[in-house]
């Protein structure tokens, strides 16, 4: 018997057997792009909690910087009290950067990083200028890390 005529002759069951086959091979498909769509829904949904997170954090921070700072240079209180205060709110912001790094590439956490330096160096800026120049210098930080919280939301978007 050739080939030809065993197909001819069994071709109803050739079919049925390749269409289970085809069955099944799409059910292990269907089950692994499942899978992986489960995978991602979880895990975009804890970066954007911890970004929603991280966010809070660093508007709490640059209120409390703004206020504490003015209360720094109109002497009511020294550097050491409002690096003291300051360094808790910067703590907390580190905290939350560090829990949002886990959802990350490297581009967002360079960012990430580069908003919590400048969260410290905005500190010791202030230390080093007068009274007049404290707008100054709170306005370049918050432009500054604007810039780069801008270019998280944009890349954060699907």
Known sequence: MSFAEFLSKNWS????????LGAVIKIIFDFQIRKKEIKFEYLFKEKASSFQDFMICLQNFKTQLIKEA??????SSTFSEFETTMDKSRK???????LLLIYCSH????????????????LHAIKNVNVNDVEKVLQDNCKKNDAIINKLIKNFHL
């Open 92 to 98: 907390e912001l580190e905290s939350k950067i560090n």
């Open 107 to 122: 581009k967002e956490k360079e960012s990430l990083y580069a908003i919590l330096n400048s969260c410290t160096f905005v």
């Open 70 to 75: 003015y209360i720094h240079k109109y002497g």
């Open 13 to 20: 069951q050739i079919t049925v057997v390749l269409t289970a």
